[in-house]
């Protein structure tokens, strides 16, 4: 570890501790775990590289395409887009989501939410409360779950209160940034289905 003099290991704590008073296989785990960590960072580096080198490809192609029609597009504005390869064996998506968030004026969503859940409490209401409940439920972070919160405007309900609550979650919705996703298929043949190329640890 950086800064840490020969002959000692830094414990948990910041504590120097004499590599003589530390256990072989305690050692030998440090060494393990370092060596697997700097091979991931290593490899992490690699795959940012390519993921770059791909996005740049696919949008130097299409710059090509736009040069051809004379289309000339403000940057940021392209949207999602599907190569294939003659043989239809391949495949390389670009996908785009936008990254969104509540505004303030969800507060007052839920205040009008309650509202109606209090008018309607003498009606058969339970599992609609529960869903609302969930909805606003914080999750990790403390944050609200934004699919669920949209969620609850498919429910349709004729109230003006309610109406007012699902009109006051569709003006908070913020969208932060959009954020493009890459995606590579391949298939044996084009009769069968595309597989997706998966880098992902967890998945491989």
Not at 46 to 61: G, I, L, S
Not at 83 to 109: H, K, M, Q
Not at 148 to 175: K, N, S, T
């Amino acid at each position: 570890m950086e800064g840490v003099p020969a002959g000692f290991m830094a414990n948990r704590y910041g504590h120097l501790v004499p590599e003589r008073l530390v256990r072989p296989e305690i050692k030998l785990e440090d060494q393990v775990v370092r060596e697997v960590v700097l091979g991931a960072e290593r490899l992490r580096e690699r795959v940012a590289q390519f993921k770059k080198q791909c996005f740049d490809e696919v949008r130097a192609f299409l710059a090509l395409i736009d040069e051809k029609y004379g289309v000339k597009r403000a940057a940021g504005s392209r949207g999602g887009t599907q190569l294939e390869s003659f043989d239809g064996t391949l495949r390389v998506t670009i996908s785009v989501a936008d990254i969104v968030a509540l505004g303030p004026e969800i507060s007052s969503a839920k205040a009008l939410i309650d509202e109606c859940i209090t008018r309607w409490s003498e009606g058969a209401n339970g599992n609609l409360k529960a869903v609302v409940d969930d909805a606003f439920a914080l999750g990790e972070g403390g944050k609200l779950a934004i699919d669920r919160v949209l969620g609850l405007r498919r429910i349709a309900i004729e109230d003006p209160a309610w109406e007012r609550a699902m009109e006051a979650i569709a003006d908070a919705v913020r969208v932060m940034r959009s954020r493009e996703y890459l995606r590579i298929y391949r298939r044996e043949s084009p009769e069968l289905p595309f597989q997706q190329l998966v880098l992902d640890f967890a998945r491989l």
